[in-house]
Nanobody, 124 residues
Framework: QVQLVESGGGLVQTGGSLRLSCAAS????????MGWFRQAPGKEREFVSG????????YYADSVKGRSTISRDNVKNTVYLQMNSLKPEDTAVYYC?????????????????WGQGTQVTVSS
């Protein structure tokens, strides 16, 4: 059974930082493309960041580029998203996703598995 379990969300003030984690089980994590998406109330789910199996290739949405860093630990089967200089517009539920093999980072439809999400709220 595949499980992606996100953690690390919470309430933070503008300018603060959070580190999201996603622990994976039931998949071949070391060969999976991993991604982070977010969904704010009333909006569609949007891509945030992605990372290839080796960690050597990463990609960021323009909205978080320069403020966020994605990384992975293939021993711990965990992917991380460090978010700095948070803004109220970053408020959303953040989802971890996993894809078997090579896919286009930004397309939600390419991911095979999804976590249940963790809430990030940035107060102004």
């Amino acid at each position: 059974q595949v499980q992606l379990v996100e953690s690390g969300g919470g309430l933070v003030q503008t300018g603060g930082s959070l580190r999201l984690s996603c622990a994976a089980s039931g998949i071949t994590f070391s060969s999976s493309t991993m991604g982070w998406f977010r969904q704010a109330p009333g909006k569609e789910r949007e891509f945030v960041s992605g990372i290839r199996w080796s960690g050597g290739s990463t990609y960021y949405a323009d909205s978080v580029k320069g403020r966020s860093t994605i990384s992975r630990d293939n021993v711990k089967n965990t992917v991380y998203l460090q978010m700095n200089s948070l803004k109220p517009e970053d408020t959303a539920v953040y989802y971890c996703a996993a894809a078997r093999g090579f896919i286009a980072f930004m397309s939600p439809g390419g991911y095979n598995y999804w976590g249940q999400g963790t809430q990030v709220t940035v107060s102004s």
